[in-house]
């Protein structure tokens, strides 16, 4: 595949997908049950073999916003350089995704900081557990939900002295 367009005709011949552009950039919105398969459609046939980030974005009281959460994944072709933005639409109860890892080794630690900061669950995750936050701590401090002052957790901590650290 030469192009963005290519690669976007590519997966709306197979899936049923939402597409839209922004100032040049493509977005190309996945039903969650059909990520695993478009992810590897664009690595493989169309030459996406960089996964530049995996991020999430908390639309709570976003207006207009119809889902809670927008996972977002950011791909480019190394050849082309052309960029490609897929986005899974998640609700709560259900925040639980298949991993990518075994398409892009290097998901495991975005993965892992989306689940920590979100709570959003990556299923066949290799080693989903905390990367950023003590393994003690209960929340996911990135949603917006989530006091600005936090809800007392630093106090109970062990704290650190100057020497510790």
Known sequence: MSTTADAINAVKARFDV?????????RVVVPRD?????MT??????????LLDVTCVDY????????????????????????LNIRVML????????????????ANWMER???????????????LRRILMPDEFTAHPLRKDYPLQGRGERHNFPSITRDQA
């Open 18 to 26: 939402k597409v839209d552009e922004y100032r040049g950039e493509h």
């Open 34 to 38: 059909s990520l695993t398969a478009v």
């Open 41 to 50: 459609l664009l690595r493989d046939v169309c030459a996406y073999d960089l």
């Open 60 to 83: 709570l009281n976003y207006r207009g916003a119809t889902d809670r959460f927008g996972l977002v994944y950011l791909l480019a072709n190394s050849t082309t350089a052309a960029r």
């Open 91 to 106: 609700n709560e109860p259900e925040l639980t995704v298949d991993s990518v890892v075994g398409l892009w080794e290097g």
């Open 113 to 127: 900081e989306v689940w920590d900061m979100f709570g959003i669950n990556f299923a066949g995750h290799p080693d």
